[in-house]
Every structure is written in structure tokens, then in C-alpha cells.
């Protein structure tokens, strides 16, 4: 397994298009994440699956935001409406319930 | 909820000086405590982590941290650095026990190793 995977690594997108991003988890984890990364700052965290349900989601998650891991393998995160304040590093992380987190190269976002 | 506290934003340091990255945390309930290191453009990688038992913990490339209960602190050192250790570390915490282990993070510390 080469680790948790992240598509594409950078996107620059014009203001009001949507995107979507993919992570592919480290195959045996069942749990996965997404965070979000400003410039500057600690990632923050916005959504969690076990398996294929999504079962807690941040503030920071707005409506204009979407994931789905719809066979419990990978997950996608979508943003409508894009909106320059989107402009950051969005992460993705996996783990069973006996390991630590491993995250992927992320997806920097550049919204213009 | 949790909330973590890197002192120092940026701690420069010559090679081969020894160095103390500080993290402060707070939290009501029992927490597991980690520390990341983030390269460039790169996703985080795991340096090291506290979940139970002894309270210093030794991790990757020569770096360990202490986990002191009634400072609520797990500060990060290395006795000798190396211009390859210049990065960004990140201190986190995951409550204990809760089937999530979503990780509450410190806004990171830029370790700048310099010649």
C-alpha cells in the first residue's frame, strides 16, 4: 500500500465554479477525514466516515460543501460556488481504531 | 472541546543546537496527544505519540516529547538539529476513547534550522 492518496495535488479554479476533490485511504483503514489548512495555520477538521456513513460534521462545513464515501472505500469532497475564502490546503487522513491518523499530500485549492 | 497552544510561532536555531517546540493544551476529558511535521507542500507526517504509560516518548529522527499531566504540555525536543529538520510541526489531541479520533490541532510552530 503506498499511503493515503490525494487528486488532484493543486486545482486553481475561477470564483463560482465548483470542484471536486478525491482521497483514497490506506485500504484496510475503515475511518476517514477530511481537514482543511489556511495558510499560516493548524489544519481544522471538517467531516469523518467509518466505513460509508458520515458521522460528524464541523461548523466549518457549509452547505456549499459535500463528501460522500459511497462504498466505504474512497471519499470525495466537493465545494459548489466556489468562494476565494475556499483558497487552502484540503487534507485527507485514515486509520482503524488502533492506529494513529495518516494523511495524504493534500489538495491545494486556489481560488482566483 | 479541546483547544491546543503553540507558544512559538517560529524558533530559529543553528545546527547542531539542541531545541524545545512548546505545546499547551487544554481539555476537560483525557486526550492522546501527537506530533506532526508538515515539509513544504506536503501532507503531515507523524513524528510521534502519547497514549498511555511513560510520559517521555521518543519518536522519529531524534525527536521525543514529555507529556506533563499538571502543565497540561507535551513539548517536542531534539538535542541536535539538522538543517533537513527545518519544517513546520504541528501538536494535536484526540480525546480518548471516542470512536472519531478526530484530532484538534495547534496553529504549528516553523522550526527554521540555519548553517
Known amino acids: 500500500d503506498t499511503g493515503v492518496s490525494q487528486d488532484p495535488r493543486h486545482k486553481i479554479t475561477k470564483r463560482g465554479q465548483n470542484v471536486t476533490f478525491r482521497c483514497d485511504p490506506i485500504?484496510?483503514?475503515?475511518?476517514l477525514y477530511w481537514y482543511r489548512q489556511t495558510l499560516g495555520q493548524g489544519p481544522e477538521f471538517l467531516t469523518y466516515f467509518q466505513n460509508e456513513a458520515q458521522l460528524e460534521k464541523s461548523r466549518l462545513l457549509s452547505d456549499r460543501f459535500s463528501a460522500e464515501r459511497p462504498k466505504g472505500s474512497f471519499s470525495t469532497l466537493e465545494i459548489q460556488r466556489t468562494e476565494q475564502g475556499d483558497s487552502a490546503m484540503y487534507l485527507c487522513?485514515?486509520?482503524?481504531?488502533?492506529?494513529?491518523?495518516?494523511f495524504g499530500q493534500g489538495t491545494r485549492l486556489t481560488v482566483v | 472541546a479541546q483547544s491546543v497552544t503553540q507558544l512559538d510561532s517560529q524558533v530559529p536555531v543553528f545546527e547542531e543546537a539542541p531545541v524545545e517546540l512548546r505545546c499547551n493544551y487544554s481539555s476537560s476529558v483525557s486526550v492522546y496527544l501527537f506530533w506532526y511535521v508538515q515539509y513544504p507542500n506536503q501532507g503531515l507526517q507523524l513524528l510521534l505519540k502519547y497514549l498511555s504509560g511513560s510520559t517521555l516518548v521518543k519518536g522519529i529522527n531524534g525527536f521525543e516529547a514529555e507529556f506533563n499531566k499538571s502543565q497540561t504540555s507535551f513539548h517536542l525536543r531534539k538535542p541536535s538539529v539538522h538543517i533537513s529538520d527545518t519544517a513546520e510541526y504541528f501538536c494535536?489531541?484526540?480525546?480518548?476513547?471516542?470512536?472519531?479520533?478526530?484530532?484538534?490541532f495547534g496553529g504549528g510552530t516553523r522550526l527554521m534550522v540555519k548553517p
Open positions: 487522513a485514515s486509520n482503524d481504531r488502533n492506529t494513529e491518523a495518516f
Open positions: 485500504s484496510e483503514h475503515n475511518r
Open positions: 494535536a489531541v484526540s480525546v480518548r476513547d471516542n470512536a472519531g479520533n478526530m484530532l484538534t
